[in-house]
């Protein structure tokens, strides 16, 4: 069975389709997307009805797809400049959103399970297996014990997230990881998109690969210098460039 994910599509039109054309591609078994298809880019309205309509295309919900359903700003106080500027755009991302598109997010899963064979598990979630990704994360710095204390007593063989804008397969302790961010913006340093592609093999053996998109990305950002967004020239930036807008803050 083989399954291709992306995820962190951030409103982000061309660079899905980038993507959706490669995944096309890939002759898979299943597509997943893993969250945070809204907020960072200018359409989010256009994404959520792309992947609605994505034939044979399991969803998972991602943070920032909540925090525009829940209304964020009503039950947190902003931390810093750089969270205000998040709240202000979660409020417009949930004005251009349909009330059925809304309670379309809110009804996602927070994690997908597939069983192949029988006690061969693939697990796929946004943040961590526990957390959505406001509050923790797997970032690549992180050693392997602290990867394991995340984790916790999950069993999988092989997990899949997103929320790490940086394609990754890492092996700890007896389990692999696989990061499968990010389709909008990259922060590892390089721009293009990206995609993973996970496929069991039989008799408890995985094969797993990130993948990155040849794409154009000047078009792109300039449409979000100009677009409705607030400070839209920080996500060009990160368009253009494949890192965080403020590489002081990374925000996990």
């Not at 083989?2 to 591609?25: N, T």
């Not at 397969?169 to 696989?178: A, E, L, M, P, Y």
């Not at 093999?201 to 998109?213: F, I, P």
Request: aromatic fraction near 8%; glycine fraction near 8%.
């Amino acid at each position: 069975m083989k399954f291709a994910l992306y995820s962190d599509i951030h409103a982000q039109v061309p660079q899905l389709e980038a993507v959706q054309a490669a995944v096309d591609k890939e002759n898979v078994d299943k597509e997943i997307v893993i969250g945070d298809l809204i907020m960072l880019g200018p359409e989010p309205e256009v994404v959520v009805e792309n992947i609605r309509n994505r034939p044979n295309c399991d969803v998972v919900v991602g943070n920032l797809d909540l925090w525009a359903v829940n209304k964020r700003w009503e039950t947190h106080k902003p931390k810093s400049p750089h969270q205000a500027w998040m709240f202000d755009m979660t409020k417009q991302t949930r004005d251009r959103l349909s009330e059925d598109q809304l309670k379309w997010l809110g009804m996602l899963p927070f994690s997908l399970s597939y069983m192949p064979e029988p006690g061969h598990e693939f697990l796929i979630f946004h943040g961590t297996p526990h957390e959505i990704g406001d509050e923790s994360a797997l970032p690549l710095r992180l050693t392997d014990d602290e990867v394991k204390d995340q984790l916790g007593n999950v069993s999988a063989e092989i997990m899949a997230h997103g929320h790490i804008h940086g394609p990754s397969v890492r092996k700890v302790g007896n389990q692999t990881i696989v990061c499968a961010a990010a389709v909008g913006m990259s922060w590892d340093g390089d721009p293009r998109p990206a995609y993973a592609t996970v496929e069991y093999l039989g008799n408890g053996k995985w094969d797993a690969q990130v993948h990155r998109v040849e794409f154009d990305c000047e078009e792109q950002a300039k449409h979000n210098e100009n677009c409705w967004i607030e400070h839209g020239d920080r996500i060009a930036g990160m368009i253009r460039t494949g890192t965080f807008w403020n590489p002081e803050h990374m925000p996990h």
